[in-house]
């Protein structure tokens, strides 16, 4: 076994010597063309114990060294490997060095260590590892309960035999009593489990060290790990961890990981991969098992490597506390005050505390003399960002000064706690009752919040405005003198306009939460606000806001780049300032300006903060004329683009703003109503009450839904008299599908009418709805009823008669012979369409047809009526349609009243004894497009011959 004198001396490779290469005899051109790895598989076994004479084991590396050479001076004799690896004898963990090898494995490394120093190579310990993946594939049972012949119900997903047949193998029987294979929601034994091929394999050099333990990282690694063994396989020698992934029921993947700790040998121009990792554990590990009273150098290398670690970003809090704890003992064990400082300074002022703990800087107090100690411990606790770990810190001061009679120490704990608030570093809510207490314990706490403790807080956390609302609740205690109150109070407004020069106009956030998706938050904004209206300091709010209007262009820019618009934290505020200054109206008129420019920024993006934008304009300081300068005509134009926008904005005007109007401003605001209202009229679409089927229009109000909220509007707005313009809107047909606009829109406008009046007082038969009325009635009845078909050549009762009376014919038979469709179906079975055959062939002289159709079942009876027998049908329901919306003008009287000249022909028309007059303007329009016409072909004529 080898001295742990040799082992240390290896360990320390950067001044380990090695062995001598005096003697060595030139290498052949021939050795120069030798493979390298299959020189060392010559003189290693598979556990890397040397085979043969130490000469052979030199001589490889001789003839690596020398191949490297030359292909670094330009004339390679052959590729020489970057790295070869030697597998050791057992497994280690992360924490292993060369002394901690099992012997034999270390008499393996002391074979190889002084030809590889000699001949310029590294020797570190690492785990290879190879990953194989491939696809699996297993046996599911059936997911039913399997009844039938022979199975039995076994329950969900399960199936077994419940009879026994003697040709059966009794065996086999009973190999698997559920059926074959696995449950689908079951994974299957790993074990079980065989990989069809390898799909995917990956190789990994982990948890590399040198040769002391110290952690190391290196990036790369061999593709074929046994293109680099020099001492057996790894596939060989290691058994595999098995680990497995499903994919669904059946199918996954399974993974072999072969892994082993090995000896990894490489060229040492090739240091440069290898980078020191975390040495902090392994440090710390190395001064806590050291017992020398005095620095060596290697543990002083160590020291100061934790003291350059220390004050790094990426140290854990962890690592912290443990490298805190390592140098502290160090500097115990060797007597050294000055490394306990320097370790002190290198935890951070501010983190020291946490990272040394009370404890340990207690005991560095019984270690040294406190007058090596005094100015550094000062340091710490004015800079410690903990007030708690400062209290203990004193406690425990106090405790030890007390066991060692030192009197300076007790005075130097009760200086600094007397003027704990002086130099605090962070209050947390814990600490806010602490603070308070020492606070009042001073002789004018009100100067002493003035101008020490609050400016204190203002330089080192004026953001976190949470804590400033308890220090002030807790300031402010009903429970201290009423003077100080008042005078406490004023001290809280100096701090709160001191404070909003800390505060961002325009809080930025960083994105969280769910991948894509943000929270939007003003805060610290709205915390100060909300302490701005509770201690009634309108003049810090509005320091902020003009900086918010200021900077909105900025912040405007910030949206190419993820940042919001100045508009949504406008509306936040508005939104915020209606729930806080509402109750202290004396607030409102420094508000006044803020609201002002919140309308006006609002308005531009109106479809997002309808609302906020009549929010804002209610608290201006005069919010009718502030309504009529933002909704002027051009603006309410560009608003109307969206419709639904300025329906609901005009709604909450009249609504919220109409309460605030007096006789000289109500002028003012029935002018921002009308101009509302006009846009909607002019941008209102006819055919958006076209879209729906008949059946679907009027009946339920989806089709007419749009035209019947305008007309609720004009009342809602309080302009009945707008209520004309809407109506002639409505009355303005479509060229195209005139007939299906009258008979859908505006019949069903016409009966929803009487409702809407209704909610109103008013009457369908006063001005403008009578004359809109009497307006639709007659384009119905010019238009879609017309005038009276010539009769059908066969009397009505004859038809009748074809029904023989039976629950066939009334049910199948009369509803077709007497509707106004073109034909109709009867598709019930054959015995059914048989008795309606044999009825209507009485009707075949009348000019009715019918045919059965036989595709799909059951078979179709298609019957069709003569035209003229059709056109009497429709004629007669248009006629009942007629007549029910003539009846809503109400009795005769009204009626005549409404219609004025056109009452006899259009009462003549529903009875059949007259027709409608020809329609003077439709017959002027038609003849002005004849004309058009005419002139454009002859256009084209005469260009045609040019």
Not at 78 to 85: K, W
Not at 148 to 165: Q, V
Not at 184 to 196: F, G, H, T
Not at 488 to 517: D, E, F, Q, R, W
Request: overall charge negative; some cysteine; proline content about 5%.
């Amino acid at each position: 076994m080898a001295s742990s004198t040799d082992l240390q001396s290896i360990e320390d490779w950067g001044n380990y010597i090695g062995a001598s290469r005096e003697g060595d005899k030139p290498l052949s051109t021939a050795s120069l063309q030798s493979n390298v790895k299959t020189l060392f598989e010559s003189v290693l076994d598979s556990n890397g114990q040397l085979i043969g004479d130490t000469s052979l084991l030199r001589l490889s590396f001789q003839t690596w060294r020398a191949i490297l050479d030359a292909e670094d001076a330009g004339e390679p004799s052959s590729i020489p490997p970057r790295m070869l690896m030697v597998g050791l004898d057992d497994n280690y963990d992360k924490a292993v060095s060369l002394s901690s090898l099992t012997p034999t494995d270390q008499q393996a490394v002391l074979q190889i260590a002084p030809l590889a120093k000699a001949y310029g190579f590294d020797l570190h310990l690492a785990d290879a590892e190879l990953s194989e993946s491939g696809s699996v594939s297993w046996e599911v049972r059936s997911s039913y309960y399997g009844y039938g012949r022979g199975y039995g119900r076994g329950g969900y997903g399960r199936r077994f035999r419940c009879y026994y047949d003697e040709d059966e193998d009794d065996e086999d029987m009973f190999d698997d009593p559920y059926g074959m294979g696995y449950d689908s929601d079951e994974d299957p034994d790993i074990d079980d489990l065989d990989m069809e091929d390898v799909d995917e394999s990956e190789t990994s050099l982990n948890d590399i060290v040198a040769l002391d333990g110290r952690p190391m990282i290196y990036h790369t690694c061999p593709e074929e790990l046994d293109d680099v063994f020099i001492s057996g396989k790894l596939i060989d020698n290691v058994e595999p961890e098995k680990s497995f992934e499903r994919f669904e029921a059946g199918s996954g993947t399974l993974t072999y990981s072969y892994k082993t700790s090995v000896l990894v040998i490489t060229p040492s121009e090739d240091a440069g991969d290898f980078v020191t990792g975390n040495i902090c554990p392994w440090a710390c590990q190395k001064l806590f098992a050291s017992i020398s009273p005095a620095s060596t150098p290697r543990e002083a290398d160590l020291v100061q490597q934790l003291l350059e670690y220390l004050p790094t970003a990426g140290i854990s809090p962890i690592d912290r506390v443990e490298a805190a704890r390592a140098l502290r003992n160090t500097a115990d064990r060797w007597n050294d005050v000055d490394l306990f400082v320097r370790a002190c300074r290198a935890c951070g002022l501010k983190q020291c505390l946490e990272a040394m703990t009370v404890e340990g800087m207690v005991s560095a107090c019984q270690a040294f003399d406190w007058g090596n100690l005094s100015s550094i411990f000062t340091e710490v606790y004015e800079q410690s960002t903990s007030n708690t770990a400062r209290r203990q810190l004193i406690t425990a001061l106090l405790k030890s000064s007390a066991e060692l009679d030192d009197k300076n120490m007790a005075e130097w704990c009760h200086t600094q706690s007397g003027n704990a608030l002086d130099t605090i570093q962070q209050l947390d809510a814990h600490d806010v009752p602490w603070a308070t207490a020492i606070l009042h314990s001073k002789g004018d706490p009100v100067a002493y919040a003035r101008d020490r403790l609050f400016p204190q807080l203002i330089k080192v956390q004026p953001q976190k405005l949470s804590i400033w609302a308890s220090l002030f609740s807790a300031v402010l205690a009903s429970t201290r003198p009423q003077a100080e109150i008042q005078a406490m109070a004023k001290v809280v407004k100096t701090t709160l306009c001191t404070l909003a020069n800390a505060i961002p106009a325009y809080p930025l956030h960083t994105p969280g939460g769910i991948i894509g998706y943000r929270t939007f938050s003003i805060d610290p904004l709205d915390q100060f606000i909300v302490l701005c209206c509770r201690y009634d300091v309108p003049e810090a709010m509005s320091s902020i806001f003009d900086r918010m209007w200021q900077d909105r262009g900025l912040q405007q820019q910030r949206v190419a780049t993820g940042g919001y618009p100045p508009s949504k934290y406008y509306s936040a505020i508005v939104n915020l300032l209606s729930a806080h200054a509402s109750a202290k109206p004396e607030l409102k008129p420094h508000l006044h300006k803020f609201h002002e420019h919140a309308a006006e920024l609002l308005l531009s993006d109106l479809t997002n903060h309808p609302t906020m934008v009549l929010m804002a304009i209610k608290n201006t300081a005069d919010p009718i004329s502030t309504l009529k300068q933002t909704f002027t005509a051009d603006r309410v134009r560009e608003i109307g683009k969206n419709r639904q926008t300025l329906k609901l904005a005009v709604e909450a005007i009249s609504q919220d703003l109409r309460p605030l109007t007096t006789s000289s401003t109500l002028k003012s605001f029935e002018h921002v109503l009308k101009i509302c209202l006009a846009e909607l009229i002019r941008t209102f679409d006819n055919k958006t009450i076209t879209q729906y089927s008949y059946q679907y229009s009027y009946l339920y109000g989806n089709g007419i839904r749009p035209a019947t909220e305008l007309i609720e509007l004009c009342f809602t707005l309080k302009l009945p008299v707008y209520a004309g313009h809407v109506l002639a809107k409505f009355l303005a047909v479509p060229e195209t599908n005139e007939k299906a606009y009258i008979q859908q829109s505006l019949v069903g406008i016409l009966e929803a009418l009487p409702g809407i009046l209704r909610s109103h007082n008013a009457r369908i038969d006063e001005l403008p709805w009578s004359a809109f009325a009497a307006e639709v009635i007659k384009k119905y009845t010019r238009h879609v009823l017309g005038a009276k078909p010539p009769p059908f050549a066969v009397a009505d009762s004859r038809v009748r008669a074809l029904s023989c009376g039976c629950g066939l014919c009334s049910n199948y038979l009369l509803p077709i012979l007497l509707d106004s469709n073109q034909s109709g179906r009867i598709t019930q079975k054959g015995p059914v369409r048989t008795h309606i055959e044999k009825r209507l062939a009485a009707a075949s002289p009348w000019g009715m047809k019918w045919e059965t159709s036989t595709r799909g079942r059951p078979y179709t009876l298609v019957i069709h009526k003569p035209a003229a027998m059709v056109a009497t049908a429709a004629w007669n329901t248009k006629c009942t349609e007629a007549r029910k919306i003539l009846a809503l003008l109400g009795d005769a009287t009204a009626q005549a009243k409404a219609l004025g000249d056109d009452y006899d022909w259009v009462t003549g028309t529903m009875k059949g004894t007259s027709k409608p007059p020809v329609d003077i303007v439709a017959m002027g329009q038609a003849a002005k497009k004849r004309a058009a016409d005419v002139a454009d072909a002859t256009a084209q004529k005469k260009a045609r011959l040019y």
